[in-house]
């Protein structure tokens, strides 16, 4: 016997409920709790997608779509996927706890089937619009994994409705717009009620406007059918028109109070004595509680039809699907139920009320009135499990030997950046097919230009340049095409990471590898920094060249500069941060990146390497626009290395050495005119060029874990830089950017440390004027060096100002 749909999926949303919820419970009632904290869990927000999420993964999605589930229904994730035999007892179990199921669905510590991690509302929302724009770029490059006949998934978002209070959102939908948008689903919950409170009155009214201004279909899921059915009663368009002009917190009081509260109301307030009257009294309490919650989206059979008719074309489509927050469970619209747990007794009287026994909670079939083997055969043909596993992968791009440019005895890195890559547009290696720049409407100052004459920008119909058309001279060519490989974004630094997140999972959304670049100003990193740290945990792959940065962008004053940034690149988990001052480091850096983001080593629980490099990740480059003198030499596989690794001498100190400069990036030139004065009365004074603080810190915190753990010989590439120093010498670190991504390393042997940078709002002027002001030219690095170390010091210094 063939279990009909609508019984299969009623069956499989009666139990997402129970499981979710008793996951839950048992994490915070069960499980033994050791802390006394409370363990959380969202009852109420998963209640309220049961149904939503039943019938998208029991019947509408196909294993090529992906998903972001709103980050609070992570356990009606777990419950499915556990069903579906894709999610383990023993993880559920343990839902928050060490190794268990996420709070929030993770693609990296969940499974397989977690498509976008989500739980910094509004992002993953946003993240399915821009997989879909690169579902559409990679499909359009006719790759041979896109031929090979795997269909075109579709984007799904569910969303909760206070979640699209937060901006990205918007920011992605005009974005979307622009680019033609398809194949993308937003599903909002609309269950009227925030974390706090309940919502404002007609906010669907605003989301249908904005959407259909942007294009979308807009498809309102108000009532259920029985309601339907009773509008058609007599007395029915009494009771629908009450319920449309009734406020969204009452609708909520009343649903928590139930029958008797509803009859009450309705009587007083649609009582006719008459038809409206008869359709109230004709139910019981717990009929007419039922019919008053029977809203479109707890109705499987109203969702069904509007997934199945939008299934129908490709146009992006939002739902706005009406629904009850805690559908079901004791505290259903209570305005305080957002972070509310269901207590033993009330857990107690539901079970029964579920028909489940103790003992039994995890079984997949407790409580379930089906045949026990029409319901397994059902299972088994759920289209979404018809693939074993939806991941996909691909294959590794090789990477050139070297990567050329113009040189030029003066260079920015920027300009380097641009040459770098202007070369790698001109040439016919596979790596250049393969990578694709997007950028915030700073495409030309960031140097792309070059990139993007060549590789021309990315539309999904082709569009010349009007200007070259009209034979009007300009520098660069702006013509779009399906074979372009460029995205031009709007100024939107959200958006920019939100779509190198995409594009950074394209090998495993879509089976085929991406090179993503994107590219910045620095200090607007900070604009986009959610998206980058959620790009990052989701283990996007991609670099960010940001530039340009510090206060060596001069004349542009106040909070254009940046200081913090350095600290990002530290601190940033799956970045690996550098600064280089010379475009031959970039060169090298850029060359290991192109490798380092594809790689895909398991992350072992003891490093391995010191720098865990086999499990790959991203890169961002902080890069500027101050020319520096190159120095002329040639790239030895020790000196790429020693570059890729953080750090590398400049000058290398001997054992009398009483005094060490350590820079990083663009304060070159004042680093070395410093050792020069300095040499002048002391030593073998060093000279330490730092290309990653970053890596740098990493690899001294992992070897001194290493060490701590019994391996005695594990040392870093630090560590074994500064060994040969006599403890006596003195050390000056010097960036354009916050002292502390430096000071660091007078603990690495404890060594006397003057760490010089910036840590003010930046003034305009020359670069003279500002480094003078923030401490960070030569004279203030010479007067730290005499304070640094012992011995004679330097005289005939400037004072500082
Ligand atoms: C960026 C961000 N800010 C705040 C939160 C905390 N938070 C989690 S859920 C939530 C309310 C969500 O309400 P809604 O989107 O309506 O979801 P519901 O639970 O009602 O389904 C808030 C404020 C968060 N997770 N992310
Ligand atoms: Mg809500």
């Known amino acids: 016997m063939r279990l009909p749909r609508l019984t299969f999926l009623s069956a499989l949303e009666r139990k997402a409920l129970w499981l979710s919820a008793w996951m839950i419970h048992h994490a915070n009632h069960v499980r033994p709790n050791i802390d006394g904290l409370k363990v959380g869990g969202h009852q109420a927000s998963s209640a309220s997608l049961c149904t939503i999420m039943a019938a998208l993964y029991g019947s509408v999605l196909r294993p090529q779509d992906r998903v972001a589930v709103k980050p609070h229904a992570s356990p009606v994730l777990h419950a499915l996927l556990y069903i579906f035999g894709r999610q383990s007892r023993e993880k559920l179990e343990n839902f928050r706890g060490w190794k268990g199921a996420q709070s929030y669905p993770s693609r990296t510590k969940d499974g397989d089937d977690v498509d976008f991690s989500t739980g910094s509302v509004g992002l993953g929302v946003a993240q399915t619009l821009f997989a879909a724009l690169v579902q559409d770029y990679v499909r359009a490059k006719g790759w041979t994994e896109a031929q090979a006949g795997w269909p075109e998934g579709r984007m799904v978002a569910l969303i909760g409705d206070a979640e699209m209070d937060e901006g990205n959102i918007f920011e992605a939908l005009l974005e979307g717009w622009k680019h033609g948008l398809r194949n993308c689903w937003w599903v909002v919950d609309y ?42 009663e007599p007395g029915g368009k009494r009771l629908r028109d009450w319920i449309d002009c009734c406020p969204n917190d009452l609708y909520s009081a009343l649903t928590f109070q139930g029958g008797a509260a509803w009859r009450k109301r309705l009587l007083d307030e649609i009582g006719d004595q008459g038809s409206a009257t008869r359709l109230i009294e004709s139910r019981s309490d717990a009929e007419l509680a039922a019919l008053m919650s029977n809203l479109g989206g707890h109705d499987l059979s109203v969702l069904l039809d509007a997934f199945d008719a939008a299934a129908q074309h490709d146009r992006p489509v939002c739902f706005i699907a009406y629904t009850i927050k805690g559908f079901g469970l004791p505290f259903q619209g209570h305005k305080d139920n957002h972070s509310g747990l269901m207590t033993p007794a009330q857990m107690d009287a539901w079970r029964v009320e579920m028909g489940i026994r103790p003992g039994f909670e995890w079984e997949p079939l407790e409580g379930l009135n089906v045949d026990p083997q029409a319901y397994a055969a059902a299972l088994k043909e759920v289209p979404l499990v018809q693939e074993d596993q939806r991941r996909r992968s691909a294959l590794t791009i090789a990477v050139p030997e070297v990567l050329p440019w113009r040189a030029a005895p003066n260079l920015s890195t920027q300009a380097g950046f641009g040459l770098i890559l202007g070369e790698l547009a001109a040439s016919n290696h596979e790596l250049a097919e393969r990578v694709v720049t997007t950028a915030p409407d700073v495409t030309v100052s960031t140097n792309l230009g070059g990139w993007v004459n060549r590789r021309r920008l990315f539309g999904r119909e082709a569009k010349p340049d009007t200007f070259k058309h009209e034979r009007i001279p300009s520098t660069y060519s702006w013509e779009f095409t399906p074979k372009g490989q460029h995205l031009e974004l709007g100024i939107a630094e959200m958006n920019l990471f939100i779509m190198l997140s995409a594009l950074g999972l394209s090998h495993s959304l879509f089976g085929e590898r991406l090179i993503p670049i994107g590219t910045l100003y620095d200090p607007f990193i900070e604009r986009g920094l959610d998206a980058l740290n959620y790009a990052c945990y989701q283990d996007a792959r991609f670099i960010v060249a940001a530039t340009p940065s510090g206060v060596t962008l001069a004349p542009e004053g106040g909070a254009h500069q940046s200081i913090g940034t350095p600290l990002i690149g530290l601190k940033q988990d799956g970045l690996a941060a550098f600064e280089p001052a010379f475009v031959d480091e970039l060169s090298s850096i850029l060359r290991w990146s192109f490798e380092y983001l594809q790689r895909n080593g398991e992350d072992v629980a003891e490093e391995r390497a010191w720098l865990r490099d086999e499990t790959g990740g991203s890169v961002y480059l902080r890069l500027s626009t101050r020319q520096i003198e190159q120095p002329l030499r040639t790239m030895t596989a020790e000196l790429a290395g020693d570059i890729v690794n953080g750090a590398y001498w400049m000058r290398e100190p001997g054992p009398n050495t009483e005094v060490l400069i350590a820079y990083q990036g663009v304060v070159a030139p004042e680093a070395i005119a410093a050792v020069g004065l300095l040499a002048e009365d002391r030593r073998d004074v060093g000279l330490l060029a730092i290309t990653s603080a970053d890596r740098l810190n990493a690899g001294w915190q992992a070897a001194e874990r290493a060490r701590q753990r019994g391996n005695r010989g594990a040392m870093s590439h630090i560590e074994r830089l500064l060994r040969p120093l006599s403890r006596d010498c003195g050390l000056v670190t010097v960036l354009d950017g916050h002292p502390a991504t430096l000071a660091w390393l007078g603990a690495v042997h404890g060594h006397r440390t003057k760490a010089l940078g910036v840590e003010h709002f930046g003034q305009t002027g020359t670069i003279a004027d500002l480094y003078r002001h923030h401490g960070i030219d030569t004279n203030a690095i010479v007067h730290a060096a005499n304070a640094a170390a012992s011995g004679r010091p330097v005289r005939h210094l400037k004072a500082l100002p």
């Open 191 to 232: 269950n009227r009620q925030s974390l706090d409170a309940v919502v404002r009155e007609g906010l669907w009214a605003r989301f249908e406007a904005i959407f259909r201004n942007f294009g979308w279909d807009v498809i309102i899921l108000k009532h259920g059918r029985l309601q339907e059915a009773a509008f058609e």
